[in-house]
């Protein structure tokens, strides 16, 4: 592709990319091919940019590995938070785009971690997260929850068209586990030490240390639960499910399938106003600045 620069009216551009080659060239331009020149493409996987030209001199290379065959496209989102802006000329704005008018409001004091606003979700394949160990059947989920309040769901197994098959919901200051089959289990909520959610032939168990409450809840139908990670349908979904009226807000300090932490920004689909890596230290009112 050639363009003429006299002609130009727009300075970004966008594209989706699916390859399975963990090294190549995608894009490369020049003015002058001696001094002013820019190539975006792949080492090892991973997306590097190289721009060489009188004022800089760069090569920088940052992201997950995009060598999976799948699509992807090169705009990662970043959570962040912004103030005391003073954007270009104000006068010359003509328009706020839908996204940017509805983002929330930052937290004044704000602490690592991933924070769930009420009615927000995000939703991993089954297929896409580390695999139930075989012999015997094991999958263990690890949920560290900092702050949390109203009622909601935390986490559930299921599929997008079904009610889910295992859930675990924020209740009255209660953590609660039941499944498809009617029983349930209530914890009391105690914010810090990561709860732990153990599946096997045998059932479900719920813990959380240092108190070590071990709760069990027999699975009437564990056939069904195997089915989930063989079908592509299945689904790990955090926070409100679709449909759902939920209040529950949290924060998780992490969340861990096998003992590997789940990036939530490889979430097959997630809302977009969800903090990624950060949380309030509190779910009061106080704001400051534009997330």
């Known amino acids: 592709m050639t363009f003429d620069f006299t002609k130009i009216r727009k300075t970004s551009s966008s594209f989706e990319l699916r390859t399975w080659d963990p090294e190549g060239v995608i894009f490369y331009g020049d003015t002058n091919p001696q001094e002013d020149w820019f190539?975006?493409?792949?080492r090892d996987g991973r997306p590097e940019i190289q721009m060489h030209n009188h004022l800089a001199q760069l090569t920088v290379g940052a992201g997950p590995r995009l060598d999976d065959g799948k699509?992807?496209?090169l705009v990662?989102?970043?959570d962040g938070c912004l103030r005391r802006e003073n954007w270009l000329d104000q006068q010359a704005q003509t328009s706020v785009s839908a996204l940017t008018s509805s983002l929330r409001s930052c937290a004044a004091e704000s602490q690592p971690g991933t924070f769930f606003p009420p009615g927000t979700r995000a939703e991993f394949s089954l297929q896409d997260i580390p695999?139930?160990?075989a012999e015997p059947w094991a999958f263990s989920l690890d949920l560290g929850l900092q702050l949390a309040a109203g009622s909601g769901h935390l986490l559930a197994l299921g599929t997008p068209e079904n009610p889910p098959w295992l859930s675990l919901q924020l209740q009255d200051q209660k953590v609660v586990l039941s499944s498809a089959s009617g029983p349930q289990l209530d914890l009391p909520l105690v914010l810090g030490p990561p709860l732990q959610l153990k599946l096997g032939e045998s059932g479900a168990v719920l813990s959380q240390r240092p108190k070590?409450?071990?709760?069990?809840l027999p699975l009437l139908d564990p056939a069904s639960l195997l089915n989930l990670?063989?079908?592509p349908q299945g689904?790990?979904?955090l926070g409100a499910l679709p449909g759902e009226a939920s209040s529950a807000s949290f924060c998780l300090d992490g969340l861990w399938a096998q003992g590997q932490k789940l990036d939530m920004d490889r979430a097959l689909s997630r809302s977009q106003n969800i903090w990624?890596?950060?949380c309030p230290q509190s779910l009061g009112n106080d704001t400051d600045g534009t997330h």
């Not at 190539?39 to 792949?42: A, F, M, P």
């Not at 070590?212 to 069990?216: D, M, N, Y």
């Open 71 to 73: 699509w992807h496209q």
């Open 229 to 231: 990670w063989v079908q």
């Open 212 to 216: 070590k409450e071990i709760l069990a």
């Open 39 to 42: 190539v975006l493409g792949l």
């Open 235 to 237: 689904r790990l979904f």
């Open 131 to 133: 695999q139930p160990h």
């Open 276 to 278: 990624t890596h950060s």
């Open 76 to 78: 990662p989102t970043l």
